[in-house]
């Protein structure tokens, strides 16, 4: 069946707690596994300084599949395929928990990141065609509350259920959820279906090819015994980018059209997003493995010291629209990417012997000043976009920074490899604050990106409203 509009009200009433049930399950998965890490690879018989790829499977997924959201919900109707995301999540998630090596646990995140991909983005989709342009932003404000609150939960949950159960339980704690989303989906969720549109598959498949060969170059830079098959995979990355240019130049649908690119904010939006994301991507799974494995800590301490950087980046975020709008997008963009690489590099201050929770200040100001980032980047990025471009511009953006936290986790892992090979197994936290410092710097020399705004740039973005609605993540 396919729903106008005209939605009686109980059911209107239903569909943003359906998309907060599900938003909540997706952002604590996401940051649950980051804590229960070091004790998945116990299990496994694993490196923990291995583990990487059971989140960099699940955040490359999503940054792959994402662009299909939009031209499958047109062919299939938004509730099959909202049902369909479900129902992979949940049987990711089963597969997860029931995983005997790490091979079996990353392709079990594959699904789940198939899932992921579409759940939120059709749920998204739901909710514009279901709400009258006055009603979608309360429906939007109270379907994302859980995007917020899901980040401090999962670090503390995630510890408490690997130290006290199992670590299977991160995962098997998704399926009853998945469940009753499905069961309320069936029940109140439209089908909307709307004309379908030309996808452009051939760029689709060009342009996941270059992201999971450069994807697989970082991946293998952490075992360099030969670094003829990582530079011949780079290569064929670059190829692959190269061909989806002058493919997107000829095509006047291109997935991405290069003509994005032409405006300035954008490109520079773009390009700050990716490199400064790197950086700041790497730290979720450093901390965790730092607290446990570097100072041996217990899971649950480990959640409870890094759970302060959700709430200031909430506090962030409240903050960020004044400093813009006193400071410039600019000035706050080049100022606060130095003081988040400045803080990522006293991460490395505390030694082996200083107590742990001299990391929780350190934490709880670089969420603040993270949060400050995303708001400013995003909003920028899309700013200068006219109507027609704003589809593709936010898709795109919403790729690349999946993309960035893919490539971050990997370049941290790869950092952090190579120190402990040159230092030695007995000096792993010595390891860890050369990362730190290393990734730091990284994120610095990001900062000089911003250098090409101008100072007028966001000035068409004073609207509260705009700068909230284009930084959630």
């Known amino acids: 069946m396919i729903y106008k509009r005209s939605e009686t009200a109980p059911i209107k009433k239903v569909i943003p707690s359906i998309l907060a049930i599900s938003i909540f399950m997706e952002m604590l998965d996401a940051t649950i596994l980051n804590t229960a890490l070091p004790s998945i690879a116990k299990d496994l018989g694993e490196s923990p300084l291995n583990m990487q790829n059971a989140i960099v499977s699940y955040v490359l997924t999503l940054a792959i599949?994402?662009?299909?959201?939009?031209?499958?919900?047109d062919k299939f109707g938004t509730k099959r395929v909202f049902i369909t995301a479900l129902s992979l999540f949940g049987l990711g998630s089963l597969f997860c928990a029931l995983s005997q090596n790490l091979l079996?646990?990353?392709?079990?995140?594959?699904?789940?990141?198939?899932?992921?991909?579409?759940?939120?983005?059709?749920?998204?989709?739901?909710?514009?065609?279901?709400?009258?342009?006055?009603?979608?932003?309360?429906?939007?404000?109270?379907?994302?509350?859980?995007?917020?609150?899901?980040?401090?939960?999962?670090?503390?949950?995630?510890?408490?259920?690997?130290?006290?159960?199992?670590?299977?339980?991160?995962?098997?704690?998704n399926i009853p959820v998945a469940l009753f989303c499905i069961f309320l989906s069936l029940r109140h969720m439209p089908n909307y279906k709307d004309a379908e549109?030309?996808?452009?598959?051939?760029?689709?498949?060009?342009?996941?090819?270059?992201?999971?060969?450069?994807?697989?170059?970082?991946?293998?830079?952490?075992?360099?015994?030969?670094?003829?098959?990582?530079?011949t995979i780079i290569t064929a990355g670059m190829v692959m980018l190269y061909l989806y240019f002058r493919y997107a130049k000829k095509r006047k649908h291109a997935l991405y059209p290069i003509s994005l690119f032409s405006i300035r904010t954008f490109r520079i939006g773009i390009?700050?997003?990716?490199?400064?994301?790197?950086?700041?991507?790497?730290?979720?799974?450093?901390?965790?493995?730092?607290?446990?494995?570097?100072?041996?800590?217990?899971?649950?301490?480990?959640?409870?010291?890094?759970?302060p950087m959700a709430i200031t980046a909430m506090l962030g975020k409240s903050s960020s629209i004044r400093l813009l709008n006193?400071?410039?997008?600019?000035?706050?963009?080049?100022?606060?990417?130095?003081?988040?690489?400045?803080?990522?590099?006293?991460?490395?201050?505390?030694?082996?012997?200083?107590?742990?929770?001299?990391?929780?200040?350190?934490?709880?100001?670089?969420?603040f000043f993270n949060s400050i980032?995303?708001?400013?980047?995003?909003?920028?990025?899309?700013?200068?976009?006219?109507?027609?471009?704003?589809?593709?511009?936010?898709?795109?953006?919403?790729?690349?920074?999946?993309?960035?936290?893919?490539?971050?986790?990997?370049?941290?892992?790869?950092v952090l490899r190579v120190f402990q090979?040159?230092?030695?197994?007995?000096?792993?936290?010595?390891?860890?604050?050369?990362?730190?410092?290393?990734?730091?710097?990284?994120t610095i020399l990001a900062g000089l990106v911003f250098r090409r705004l101008h100072s007028s740039d966001g000035e068409n973005l004073r609207s509260k409203k705009v700068i909230n609605k284009t930084s959630e993540h």
């Open 65 to 73: 599949v994402m662009p299909l959201n939009g031209f499958l919900s």
């Open 104 to 173: 079996q646990l990353v392709l079990s995140r594959v699904l789940q990141g198939i899932g992921g991909s579409l759940m939120n983005p059709v749920g998204r989709l739901i909710l514009i065609k279901s709400y009258k342009k006055d009603e979608f932003l309360r429906a939007f404000n109270y379907a994302v509350t859980p995007a917020l609150i899901g980040p401090i939960l999962g670090p503390l949950v995630g510890g408490y259920l690997v130290q006290y159960l199992s670590w299977h339980w991160i995962f098997i704690i």
């Open 197 to 231: 549109d030309t996808f452009d598959f051939k760029g689709f498949l060009i342009f996941a090819a270059a992201s999971l060969l450069f994807s697989i170059s970082l991946e293998l830079l952490g075992h360099p015994k030969n670094l003829t098959p990582v530079l």
């Open 271 to 307: 390009i700050g997003n990716l490199i400064t994301r790197i950086g700041i991507g790497s730290i979720p799974l450093l901390l965790p493995l730092l607290i446990q494995v570097g100072f041996g800590q217990s899971a649950v301490i480990s959640g409870w010291i890094i759970a």
């Open 326 to 367: 006193k400071f410039s997008y600019r000035n706050t963009l080049r100022l606060n990417t130095a003081l988040i690489g400045i803080f990522i590099i006293a991460l490395s201050i505390p030694g082996i012997h200083t107590s742990i929770y001299w990391f929780v200040p350190l934490i709880a100001i670089l969420g």
């Open 373 to 414: 980032q995303f708001t400013a980047m995003n909003s920028i990025t899309i700013s200068d976009l006219r109507n027609y471009q704003t589809s593709a511009g936010n898709s795109l953006l919403s790729v690349n920074q999946q993309l960035a936290v893919g490539f971050g986790i990997a370049l941290g892992s790869v």
């Open 421 to 442: 090979r040159n230092l030695g197994e007995q000096e792993i936290h010595l390891a860890f604050r050369y990362t730190f410092i290393a990734i730091g710097a990284f």
